[in-house]
């Protein structure tokens, strides 16, 4: 994000009061992010806020598609702190592709809604350069009984 005019991640994720957290641990063979060339791949990310899962269950059920839409900005926090302890984050450049998994109660079809709280935190921290490609779908169990996981592909610079 070197244009002129263009604020660097970092800064603009203070503009919004956000810090990104320590990278979440992996709960199994994993890494957090890989780079290959210029696109740096994040692991799913779950809604993890200071080594707890945030909340469990079903959205649909034990979940409101509008906590699920916060702890969706949650996933994408941790994948973004992922993304910064391998490249930092102020060298993404462009914001490729999000795919977000809902955990899903019988009937419920609203996980569109629910991953933009992952994509509007990216709008917020990269402006034009967080439009990406995206993929919503509903799954019937996550890890750790999650609601939410989501991953990232990110170009960087």
Excluded: W
Aim: hydrophobic share 50%; proline share 5%.
């Amino acid at each position: 994000m070197s244009a002129v005019g263009v604020t660097r991640a970092s800064v603009r994720l203070g503009q919004l009061g956000v810090e990104l957290p320590q990278v979440v641990a992996p709960l199994a063979s994993y890494v957090p992010a890989v780079r290959t060339g210029n696109l740096v791949y994040t692991a799913g990310q779950l809604p993890i806020k200071a080594g707890k899962l945030a909340r469990t269950g079903k959205v649909g059920a034990e979940v409101s598609p509008e906590e699920g839409n916060a702890l969706a900005r949650i996933c994408a926090l941790n994948a973004l702190a992922a993304v910064d302890s391998l490249v930092g984050i102020d060298t993404v450049t462009q914001v490729v592709k999000v795919v977000g998994f809902v955990a899903s109660a019988a009937g419920f079809n609203g996980q569109p809604g629910v991953v933009n709280g992952a994509s509007d935190l990216l709008a917020e921290v990269f402006g034009d350069n967080g439009a990406h490609a995206r993929s919503a779908v509903g799954v019937s169990e996550l890890p750790l009984n999650a609601p939410v996981e989501v991953e990232l592909v990110v170009e960087v610079g």
